[in-house]
């Protein structure tokens, strides 16, 4: 009997001290979720009043009707006929500041602003701004020429493809000064912050991994990597815009939140030295039938159920972690859990005031902060881990400081050796581009001073030896205009081209046809170098000298266009239709050669073929011939990627 009352007394006092452990820690999370509310509504940046818009006449489902702003739509999906909001402002040029702007700092999904009837902004393309919980706000400089002096127009389409409804706040209209702080304000905490907070998360989570293949006897680590992961791709993935109509991106998107949530109550269980329920695995099946519905259906059915499956999920899953936390703090009575206990409920109520902002129980507000608050509960998390691996660290101190060392020493080394490849590099691409300018001056230039010489040796005089002076010089000018910097675009080397060529073509009576067939010319090439550029104008030359003279023709055309439908030849360059590429053709209305029989006796005609083939092959070019009675017509197929050498010459 006395052993019977004993543990009857026990039992009492068991729970009179769980009481007061449980007690003290309650009021103090009241504490910090009052603290939270108080500096949600402290930190809210301000926005400059004296310039807001808020009168607006709203037409709406084919009804006008006045509104104030902020104000909320009543569609949720309305592509086809999105809201307009319609209003005014007053400009005056005499006492208004110079350069004038328009600024929204929220709304849902996209807007396209304009003003006199001009639209001056369209968020659809800023991906990041088309997320409802980005808050992300946007700015517009007006033209001062759109400007009127007195009253002006102000349209607003609101483009809305739910479900939550539509919501556009205050618009602000005024000079950009008094704008651009706000604006900035509202970037630093709604852009910038999130964008740091994730590279933060993402780092944390490859440490975290690196941690579980070390120790994979506590999956601890891997849990919680596997949810920083899913919270990355949700920060960093770009949502899809319609009317785009893929929906695997916004499944992944939108399955990431209830899972990552998920994992967190996962993590807190195995954190605390508890074991995971089996039924426990129950909280990861909304967000995989999101996930899956995702993949399979279209818009709108993944947003809906993420509404009606996945927001709820994530606040259970927070409940849950503020019930594993507090018994873990009544039995543990440790830093790590009280922490992680106090973020977990700044977190949860965030998600009470996103869900009052959904919900449209806090009128005129729509600001979500429930993945920056997400970074709270990861501060608690790493303080958590700094605690539980302080012992450790300070054992591996001497080893870090001798590793510091040694990682100094092998840093210095590996960069001088650094700067002695980057010079030896430096040094071996000097003397490639000196060894191909020689090579082009030689079999240019050098043969036109050759027979100059010749030709006044043998007491030629007149018109001769000039021509041979003029071909010299230009010669020379075409070496020095492809060492011109042209960024890759070889339009640029062309257009100095065709003007040497009308002039060569002038005196001969012959018309020079330029036809660029596609909008763009040619693609651009960063990797072009100047010598690339010497073949394919000497081919180009060679072409032109041969339908003067020997084809006798009578117009010249020459057809520049961009392919890419894998009608490619698949000779050099590789095309394979897996890529744009240019083609240029030379073509002559002149009287045409035999290809099999006459060019191989015709010595001179020959090698000129042979020099245009090996300088085509030398750029990676495919190159093709084709003459008949009708005329000559020569095709540069140009690579996609041009070769860093002449390797590939033949």
Known sequence: ????????????????????????????????????????????????????????????????RPVMLPHFTSSRYSLADPPLYTGAFTFRRGDAAPGWSVFLPRFSNAVEVAVNGVVVLDSRRDANANRPDRNTPQIAAIPSSLL?????????????????????????????????PAYETRTLLFVTL????????????????????????????????AAMVLGVIQAFSPPPVPPATVSRLAAVLLASAPMESALI????????????????????????VVFVVGLIAGPPLPRILFLVLGIPTVGVCLFLMACVTAAAVVRRQDAASFTLG??????????????????EIMSNERIFVSRLSYSAMLVAI??????????????????????????????ERLKASFVREEARARAAALADERTRLMRDLHDGLGGQLVSIVALSERGHEGPTITDAARAALKDLRLVIDSMDDIGGDLMLALGSWRERATAQLRPHDIALDWHVATPQGLPLHPELRPWHVIQIVRILDEAVTNAVKHAQARHITVTIETRGDGQGDGQAGGHGGRGPYGVISVADDG??????????????????????????????????????????????QLPQIFPDSDAAAS
């Not at 009352?5 to 007061?20: D, H, I």
């Not at 999130?194 to 975290?208: E, K, R, T, Y």
């Not at 106090?342 to 919900?359: E, G, Q, R």
Request: glycine residues 8%.
């Open 382 to 411: 790493g303080a958590g881990l700094t605690w539980r691996f302080a012992r450790a660290l300070n054992q591996v101190d001497s080893f870090a400081g001798q590793l510091v060392t040694r990682v100094r020493e092998v840093e």
């Open 1 to 64: 009997m006395s052993e019977i009352a004993a543990k009857a007394a026990v039992k009492p006092a068991r729970r009179r001290l769980l009481a007061s452990r449980l007690v003290p820690y309650l009021l103090i999370q009241a504490l910090i979720v009052v603290a939270t509310i108080l500096g949600l509504r402290l930190l809210q940046p301000s926005d400059p009043d004296a310039f807001a818009l808020g009168e607006f006449s709203l037409r709406e489902d084919g009804v006008a």
């Open 265 to 288: 109550v996962v993590f807190g269980v195995l954190f605390f030295g508890w074991r995971w329920p089996r039924y426990g695995t129950l909280l990861f099946a909304p967000g995989i």
């Open 342 to 359: 106090c973020a977990v409920s700044i977190v949860l109520t965030c998600w009470v005031h996103d869900m009052l902002s959904v919900f």
């Open 194 to 225: 999130p964008v740091v907070f994730s590279a933060w998360q993402s780092i944390l989570a490859v440490i975290l991994a690196i941690m579980w293949l070390m120790r994979r006897r506590e999956p601890v680590y891997g849990v919680l990597a």
């Open 591 to 636: 009287k045409g050669f035999a290809l099999a029989g006459e060019v191989a006796s015709a010595g001179q005609t020959a090698r000129g073929l042979r020099n245009m083939r090996s300088r085509a092959a030398r750029c990676g070019a495919a190159f093709d011939l084709h003459s008949d009675s009708s005329g000559t017509r020569v095709r540069l």
């Open 148 to 180: 009127r002096e007195g009253a002006n127009e102000i349209t607003v389409r609101l483009l809305v493809w739910g479900p939550l409804k539509g919501f556009l706040d205050t618009v602000y209209v005024g000079p950009d000064a008094a704008l651009r």
